[in-house]
């Protein structure tokens, strides 16, 4: 498994900040000589529970930046399905295989849905980029992530967001949406 923004400048993929090195185990993994599939996830829907749910403890508003940054982020059944899959199936050998949720959201979108499985109504206001970096490095994310998830936020908000249909290509069902997530999470947010 590795990561849809694999591809990126490395300066460009806040996880290395976080200890992630997709780039190089993929490249290491591609250039070992075994067969291999290289499953690209994009963000896990799961992030969200790490994102707001300190936020969402103290009341009905989540505040954040770049409120028009929109991710069809993905359910991680779906990840471990078709991982699964890549595992047996030897038709997707050799294949970078980019999977994300079946449709992009932004903030303002996502937290209604979460507001509807947990009975309340949850909304999103902007803050500007920098008092939310301040407010996550205060929070002890480290400064480079921090500042690399700015980055992509704003850059990816020039461009729309990807969305694949290869969950449903190699499952034969569409990737689930983050209303199924948040349905099968509902009692996380409490």
Not at 138 to 143: I, M, P, S, Y
């Amino acid at each position: 498994m590795s990561a849809i923004n694999v591809d990126d400048d490395p300066d460009h993929q806040p996880s290395r900040f976080n200890g992630g090195r997709n780039t190089e185990v993929e490249r290491a993994v591609i250039g070992g000589g075994l067969p291999w599939v290289a499953v690209r996830p994009s963000s896990f829907a799961m992030n969200m529970l790490g994102l707001w749910r300190g936020q969402l403890a103290l009341g009905d508003t989540v505040r954040g930046p770049y409120g028009g940054f929109a991710e069809a982020v993905i359910h991680e059944r779906d990840v471990a399905e078709v991982t699964a899959r890549a595992l047996m199936d030897d038709s997707l050998l050799g294949r970078r295989i980019p999977i994300t949720g079946p449709e992009a959201l932004r903030p303002d979108e996502m937290l209604p849905i979460i507001g509807a499985a947990i009975d309340r109504p949850l909304r999103f206001q902007e803050v500007p980029a920098e008092m939310a970096a301040r407010g996550m490095i205060r929070n002890g994310l480290d400064e480079r992530f921090v500042q690399a998830l700015m980055a992509r936020y704003e850059r990816e908000m020039a461009r729309p967001a990807t969305v694949t249909a290869e969950v449903e290509a190699i499952l034969g069902r569409p990737a689930r949406p983050f209303t199924a997530w948040v349905d099968d999470h509902a009692g996380a947010w409490s």
